[in-house]
Structure formats: structure tokens, C-alpha cells
T-cell receptor, first 113, second 110 residues
Framework: DTAVSQTPKYLVTQMGNDKSIKCEQN?????MYWYKQDSKKFLKIMFS???????INETVPNRFSPKSPDKAHLNLHINSLELGDSAVYFC????????????FGSGTRLTVV | GENVEQHPSTLSVQEGDSAVIKCTYS??????FPWYKQELGKRPQLIID?????GEKKDQRIAVTLNKTAKHFSLHITETQPEDSAVYFC?????????FGKGTSLLVTP
């Protein structure tokens, strides 16, 4: 039974389109995150939610909008996709907001053409 | 956010040798320091972590040391095996999220 699951695993889309990535965790964790991993493998925090509340919103274009309907789900919607959005997006969860290791999802490889 | 420097960016060792990866950070209030291993095409996975009230932690062939005064911590892998080949990331708790180093690509050759 997968602890943190993301869908889809691969996403190829044209510039200008809108797409969503879904994430669900069954660990009972309170905090969920979205990270972007670029082509150089750098993992950068985008958003963090604690019990459905947004607690981190890094310098991310407002074309990216996270939504957390409950503490087990954190989705990412991206409007007007650009070539530079191509990356692997990882969802993660942790038991608390500070001082706990993350469990990552398997990642979504987004390619914008 | 927290500035995390990781060195080296690539490391090649022979099977059986030791490997050491070092990270430095800037915020003296940081108190949690995990290490992640990411194999090609896979998710990052937590391999070991250390908190600021501890100087060293070991788990079989891997160990982490922390020097809070100097603000650096290191990952040590002994008796390396080919399956240790991966990208390793250090991370530092900065507020409500982990800030990651840029990764070290470790290659263990038989």
C-alpha cells in the first residue's frame, strides 16, 4: 500500500495548457509539501500545508495554485504552462511541520512542449 | 531561506572504500539535519538524520556527524558497494520546510 501516491507519473503537454497533479498520503501525517526538482537535480520547496492550511508559499509564479481539500490530499494546479515549468514535481508528507523526515511520492515528470 | 552548501558535487570511489559528503548551513537556529538518497528515476528516500542535541549517529555502514559550532555536518559511508551509487542530498530544517543541498552524485565502481 503506497504511503504517498502521486498521479500522473508522466505528463506531456503543450505550452499554454492548464494541468493538475494529485497527491494523497495514507500515513496520517499533518504536513504536506510540493517540491520542484529541476534538470540539475536541485530540490526546491514550493508550498507547504499543515492541516489543510497554507504555511509556506515560496516565490512561485501565481500560475501555480495548491489546494488541500483535507489533510491527506494536496493537489497542484498549473495554469498557462511554460517551457520552464518542465521538471519533476515531488509531493511529500511529514508527521509535523518541523524536525521530521519526509516521505516522498514517486514524482510527476512534467514536460512542456 | 536557509543557505545549504554541499560538497563535492560528484564523488567516485572504488568498492570497499569510504565516502564522505559535507554540508554547511547558515542559520544557527537550525536543529534537524536529514540525509536522503535518490537513485536514478526514483524518489528521494531518508537514510539517516540527526538532531542538534547529538554529535554523531550511526546506522550500520552509514554515519552522520554534526558540528553545531562550525555549522557543518557530514555523511560517512564505509565499505561502499555498487548499490550505494546514487545522488545524496543533505537537508536542513528552515522554518516549516527542509532546504536541500544541491546533491552529490556518488559512483561506486567494482
Amino acid at each position: 500500500d503506497t504511503a504517498v501516491s502521486q498521479t500522473p507519473k508522466y505528463l506531456v503537454t503543450q505550452m499554454g495548457n492548464d494541468k493538475s497533479i494529485k497527491c494523497e498520503q495514507n500515513l496520517g501525517h499533518d504536513t504536506m509539501y510540493w517540491y520542484k526538482q529541476d534538470s540539475k537535480k536541485f530540490l526546491k520547496i514550493m508550498f507547504s500545508y499543515n492541516n489543510k492550511e497554507l504555511i509556506i508559499n515560496e516565490t512561485v509564479p501565481n500560475r501555480f495554485s495548491p489546494k488541500s481539500p483535507d489533510k491527506a490530499h494536496l493537489n497542484l494546479h498549473i495554469n498557462s504552462l511554460e517551457l520552464g515549468d518542465s521538471a519533476v514535481y515531488f509531493c511529500a508528507s511529514s508527521q509535523g511541520g518541523s524536525g521530521f523526515g519526509y516521505t516522498f511520492g514517486s514524482g510527476t515528470r512534467l514536460t512542456v512542449v | 531561506g536557509e543557505n545549504v552548501e554541499q560538497h563535492p558535487s560528484t564523488l567516485s570511489v572504488q568498492e570497499g572504500d569510504s565516502a564522505v559528503i559535507k554540508c554547511t548551513y547558515s542559520d544557527s537556529a537550525s536543529n534537524y539535519f536529514p540525509w536522503y538518497k535518490q537513485e536514478l528515476g526514483k524518489r528521494p528516500q531518508l537514510i539517516i538524520d540527526i538532531r542538534s542535541n547529538v554529535g554523531e549517529k550511526k546506522d550500520q555502514r552509514i554515519a552522520v556527524t554534526l558540528n553545531k559550532t562550525a555549522k557543518h555536518f557530514s555523511l560517512h559511508i564505509t565499505e561502499t558497494q555498487p548499490e550505494d551509487s546514487a545522488v545524496y542530498f543533505c537537508a536542513v530544517q528552515g522554518g516549516y520546510a527542509l532546504n536541500f543541498g544541491k546533491g552529490t552524485s556518488l559512483l561506486v565502481t567494482p
